[in-house]
């Protein structure tokens, strides 16, 4: 895990990306930035009041936090043009000029108009703020991928038995964000996590699409719809190293890949798995990190046009460090891939 992190952080610091932070007066996200300024990893855009940000570092003895460029919502050059956006954006649903000022003093939406506005490239938010008050405003202004309808949420998981996925390396999703997908958003959700893997890790993604049925062992609608969906993200990427449907033991072991889908180029061998629901998705990451012992990173958000990651509110000042090495990387490869 340390060598891939680390790969990240170089990444990062080779081409630093302009990363927002509206909760810039909460203890752990100005610790975790005071970090990434003095280690040169991200150009740090704290949101916040100037004063109360800066008493604030003085007392917690951060030094580096005059590095970070400090928006304060109510009162910065350009906040008549960010309602402006904002409006324009979202007129058709009921948007007001009215309505827009004040919405834009909102931190997590201000930190979205940034993004769309050109003056950022990614975000990351949630210690302090529910995930759908972060999701929100991006759905809403940075908007989803072209061609993508779903968002998820993939974490990585770093195993300590070597042996399964890339040297105990794997991708989950979706293990955050959408309870019940049809088969057209499991395909984009598999399709999405497969560049993840790419662009987070270095991956060549080896999909499986996990069900409790191996080709055809078991009937059901619910087989059924992971069939489809496997058929699908098939058409959507055709290079693509995918199979289903499959039971994860069959993704995960050599031997029982080889007895239950014998010439699968995924079965035994998969490094990222997708979970047919997030009730499954959300149970299983859990049951690896805490019964397992793997460590768990994420939940990184997919689909969307550009990096807005999530963080849960009991996160660590090194959880929003990662987060902003892996938003600045997702960037960085969404950029590439335009």
Do not use: W
Not at 274 to 282: A, D, H, T
């Amino acid at each position: 895990m340390t060598d891939l992190i680390q790969k990240m952080i170089e990444r990062a610091k080779a081409d630093r990306q302009r990363i927002v932070l509206p909760e810039g007066t909460e203890e752990r996200t100005l610790k975790a930035a005071d970090r990434l300024i003095a280690d040169k990893v991200a150009d740090i855009i704290l949101l916040g009041n100037p004063a109360e940000i800066k008493q604030l570092a003085y007392g917690f003895e951060l030094v580096h936090i005059n590095g970070a460029t400090i928006v304060d919502p109510k009162n910065h050059a350009k906040k008549q043009a960010y309602a402006d956006l904002l409006f324009q954006l979202r007129q058709s649903k009921g948007m007001t000029p009215e309505k827009a000022s004040v919405l834009v003093e909102d931190p997590l939406y201000l930190g979205c108009l940034m993004i769309k506005a050109g003056d950022a490239d990614g975000e990351i938010a949630g210690a302090r703020n529910f995930t759908s008050d972060v999701l929100r405003p991006a759905l809403q202004i940075v908007r989803t991928m072209p061609g993508v309808k779903c968002v998820s949420g993939a974490f990585l998981m770093f195993l300590k038995d070597g042996m399964y996925g890339d040297n105990g390396v794997l991708v989950f999703a979706d293990c955050a964000v959408t309870p019940n997908p049809t088969a057209q958003e499991l395909a984009q959700i598999a399709v999405s996590t497969a560049q993840t893997a790419r662009i987070l890790l270095g991956l060549e993604p080896r999909v499986a699409m996990l069900s409790f049925s191996t080709k055809g062992s078991a009937a059901h609608d619910m087989v059924d719809k992971v069939v489809t969906a496997t058929k699908l993200a098939r058409e959507m990427e055709p290079g693509l190293l995918l199979d289903g449907e499959l039971q994860a033991d069959a993704a995960l072991v050599p031997g029982v890949g080889l007895k239950k889908a014998p010439g699968s180029p995924v079965a035994g061998k998969a490094n990222v798995l997708i979970f047919p629901s997030l009730e499954v998705g959300n149970i299983g990451y859990k049951l690896v990190q805490r019964l397992g012992g793997a460590e768990a990173i994420g939940p990184v958000l997919q689909g969307i046009a550009a990096p807005v990651n999530d963080l849960s509110r009991g996160c660590s000042v090194n959880d929003i460090y990662q987060m902003v090495v892996i938003a600045s990387v997702q960037s960085i490869g969404l950029k590439q891939k335009q």
